[in-house]
C-alpha cells in the first residue's frame, strides 16, 4: 500500500493521473458537444431543455457528474502542481523558443490549463449552479400534437416552490413542462463579454488539446508506430480542432443569429 502511495505521490504518478483523467475529460467533452448540439435547432429550446433536464434528473448520469466534478479537480490541481515544479527545476527560460503551435502549447500547458478552469467555474456557475441549487431559471411548457407531430412552446410558471418537471398526456397532447436553461444560455450568449471570453477558452481549449490528447497516450505508454499517427491525427483534427470550433460556434451563433 505504501508503494501504492509513494508512486501517486511521485512526479510519475501524477503524470499517471493527469492522463487518465484528461482522457477522461476528452471522452466528456465530446458527449457534451453532441448534447449541446441541440442548441442549433430552431425549436424554442425544447430538444435542449429535455437534454439538460435528462442530465439533472438520471441517477446514473449524476453519479458520473460528480465523477466528472472529481476529475476535472485532480486534473486541475496536479496540472498546478507538476506546473509549479516544472518552472522550479528550470527558472531560466530558453535563450531561442521553438516556434511550432505543438511545441508552445506543450510549453505552456499550466497557463491554458488556467484559463480552462477560470472558464470552466464561470461556466458551471452561470449553468450548472442556476439550473440546480436557485430559483432564477424559469419554466417552458411543451405541447405536442400526438396526430401531427407540432409542438407548441410557451411559458409555465409552477403551482408548488418544489416543481422540478413533469410528462404528462392531455387529449391527445403530449405536455412537458422543464426548466428553461435554453433562456439563461441564450441571455449569456447574447452578453458579448461572455461570448468573447468563451471563444478565448476554446482557443486555450484547441492548443491544450492539441498536446495534451497525444501526450496522455505516451505518458500511458500506449504508442506504436502504427496507430500514433491515428492518435495524432484525432488529437489533432478532432479535438483541436473540430470540438473547440463546434463549442466556440454556439455563442458567435446566437449572437449575430438569433
Known sequence: ??????????????KLLMALTGLFLCTFIIVHLAGNLF?????????????????????????????????ILLHALYGLILTIKNRKAR???YASEPKSPASWSSKNMGLLGAILFFFIVVHMGDFWYKYK??????????????????TLAMDYTPKT?????????????????????????????????????????????S????????????????????????VKFIGTWLFAVIIPVGFALMPIVYFFCR
Open 1 to 14: 500500500m505504501s508503494e501504492f502511495k509513494q508512486t501517486l505521490n511521485s512526479s510519475l504518478g501524477k
Open 39 to 71: 442548441l442549433f435547432k430552431d425549436d424554442e429550446g425544447f430538444g435542449f431543455n429535455v437534454y439538460a433536464n435528462f442530465l439533472t434528473h438520471f441517477p446514473p448520469i449524476e453519479v458520473i457528474a460528480y465523477l466528472l466534478y472529481f476529475c
Open 91 to 93: 527558472p531560466v527560460r
Open 133 to 150: 441549487f436557485t430559483h432564477s431559471v424559469g419554466f417552458k411548457q411543451y405541447s405536442t400534437d400526438l396526430s401531427t407531430n407540432e
Open 161 to 205: 416552490p418544489d416543481f422540478e418537471h413533469s410528462v404528462t398526456n392531455e387529449f391527445g397532447h403530449e405536455i412537458i413542462r422543464v426548466k428553461d436553461l435554453h433562456a439563461v444560455v441564450s441571455n449569456s450568449f447574447h452578453n458579448i463579454w461572455y461570448v468573447i471570453i468563451y471563444v478565448i477558452a476554446m482557443i486555450a481549449l
Open 207 to 230: 492548443y491544450h488539446l492539441l498536446h495534451g490528447f497525444q501526450s496522455a497516450f505516451q505518458t500511458l505508454g500506449w504508442t506504436h508506430r502504427k496507430y500514433s499517427p491515428v
